[in-house]
């Protein structure tokens, strides 16, 4: 017998307000009148760093989302598939002190696992630096980039960009993602669960925010545990991986993560390297 082909309930779009109404009191003015969102657009984080360099206003807190993205960035020269209301694609500008961008990719990681424990009660591994996983797949990406302070020739403010695959039919994806990709709506926890449709990506938005700017915020004892839940959080510590540096690829084991959240690994040979590059490739 042939099975009915069940189409699930369009997701919501995108609000600015229904986001600004579930954030975090503490956190309303860093966010207020700045949530901007596109029907579709190159990418967020293009966008965000054009706003940064271009706008007069003080872009700390601003958040840029779109519905579509059709250049959607991600690490090393990749690209991000974003096809139009099925993901959460979205850019934060945010003003920082001594935290470098890798750290700041580790803690977004650790924000937008518990944003998604929070909202839809799922558990999601990370893959150093920047990949969150689910049943084996690939469902969020993060992207951040610094912006540099000319006058005082340091890093002033990041782009943080996360691409979360929610309700993304991954058959719809180019072929070369079909065995890699994934998304929350797919996961064996929740495809057959009406409900999760009922929760839209606006909640899920405002959680990213309330638990990313409450670690960005914290002590550095508290930024420290997150970085404990990065660690504990991580399936490639014991694995052999195979490491790509530039032209240069060797096997190792992963040994830990450091505080600093660089990966440390331990060769063939006996010896161990600290990779922290954003020009380092990790592969399974």
């Not at 909202?119 to 996983?133: A, H, M, P, Q, R």
């Not at 550095?220 to 660690?231: D, G, L, T, V």
Request: hydrophobic residues 40%; glycine residues 6%.
């Amino acid at each position: 017998m042939q099975k009915e082909n069940v189409i699930s309930p369009a997701p919501h779009a995108l609000c600015a307000s229904a986001i600004q109404n579930s954030i975090l009191p503490v956190y309303k003015k860093l966010t207020l009148n700045k949530i901007r969102i596109f029907d579709e657009i190159n990418s967020t984080n293009t966008e965000a760093k054009r706003l940064a360099q271009e706008s007069a206003d003080d872009p700390h807190g601003t958040v840029i989302l779109a519905e579509k993205q059709t250049a959607g960035r991600g690490r090393l020269g990749r690209t991000f598939y974003s096809p139009s209301q099925t993901g959460l694609y979205m850019s934060i500008l945010y003003k920082v002190d001594d935290l470098d961008p890798m750290l700041i990719t580790a803690l977004t990681s650790v924000a937008v696992a518990r944003a998604i424990k929070d909202v839809y009660g799922i558990e999601t591994s990370i893959k150093w630096v920047n990949d969150l996983f689910l049943d084996g797949r690939k469902i969020c990406g993060i992207l951040t980039e610094g912006i540099i302070d000319q006058t005082a020739k340091k890093i002033e403010t990041v782009v943080i960009g996360i691409g979360i695959n929610v309700y993304s039919n991954i058959e719809s994806f180019p072929q070369d993602l079909h065995n890699t990709a994934g998304s929350l709506s797919q996961t064996a926890q929740v495809c057959h669960d009406p409900d999760f449709y009922k929760t839209s990506r606006n909640l899920l938005c405002a959680s990213v925010l309330n638990n990313l700017f409450a670690i960005l915020s914290s002590t550095p004892e508290k930024i420290e545990a997150s970085i404990n839940e990065y660690r504990d959080r991580s399936f490639l510590t014991g694995k052999n991986v195979t490491v790509v540096k530039g032209n240069t690829i060797f096997k190792a084991r992963v040994i830990n993560i450091t505080k600093q959240a660089h990966l440390l690994v331990q060769k063939e040979d006996g010896t161990q390297e600290e990779l922290f590059t954003g020009e380092v490739s990790i592969k399974l």
